[in-house]
């Protein structure tokens, strides 16, 4: 029983600050982060979008969501958190989703899109464990730098734009993002 909690406070105090989602775009990141965004509504995620961009060597994923009664997107986000986690074989980025009413993603359309990235290899969507909440895993190919922000004039959408750790161009380490020891 020592050992067990031994090994929990190791996890509990590896892992990072969670900090409010930038609502614009900042320095591209590479360390370990969780940001933690949206409002405690319900909405319901109408569609992932993704552009790659290659004169900047990097490509963007949006996360659209609808208000549930207006059915208006880019309006409201739900409460959510978004986690870069470094991890073998592959890094990932988790996403958790709360109050969703409706999921509109269709599996085969983000098989269309993952096909297309060079940094993603693949989406999984979870079933719910509680009504409500979805999970979504984006498996990388290859570790990244990544900027992610929920922008002030579209609430509603959750954007992240990606591209190669080794770049060190434009690339910072923030003090908020290091693990806690």
């Known amino acids: 029983m020592k050992w067990l909690c031994v090994i929990f406070s190791s996890v509990v105090l590896a892992s990072p600050t969670k900090n409010s989602i930038p609502r614009s775009p900042l320095d591209y990141l590479s360390d370990e982060s969780v940001f933690e965004g949206g409002k ?27 208000d549930t009664d207006s059915k208006e997107i880019g309006k409201l986000a739900p409460r ?5 986690v470094k991890s073998a074989p592959h890094n990932k980025f988790i996403l958790e989703l709360f109050s969703i009413r409706r999921n509109k993603i269709q599996i085969s359309e983000i098989k269309k899109l993952v096909q297309k990235s060079e940094w993603i290899e693949n989406i999984v969507i979870y079933p719910p464990i509680a009504e409500g909440e979805v999970a979504l895993e984006f498996i990388l190919k290859k570790p990244v730098s990544f900027k992610a922000h929920q922008p002030l004039e579209n609430e509603g959408r959750l954007v992240l734009d990606l591209k190669s750790a080794e770049s060190k161009h434009n690339v910072k380490e923030r003090p908020w993002t290091k693990t806690k020891r």
Not at 80 to 84: D, I, K, N, V
């Open 40 to 66: 405690s509504l319900s909405a319901n995620l109408e569609n992932i979008r993704f552009s790659p961009h290659p004169e900047t060597q990097s490509e963007r994923w949006v996360l659209d969501f609808s």
């Open 80 to 84: 959510f958190q978004l986690r870069y």
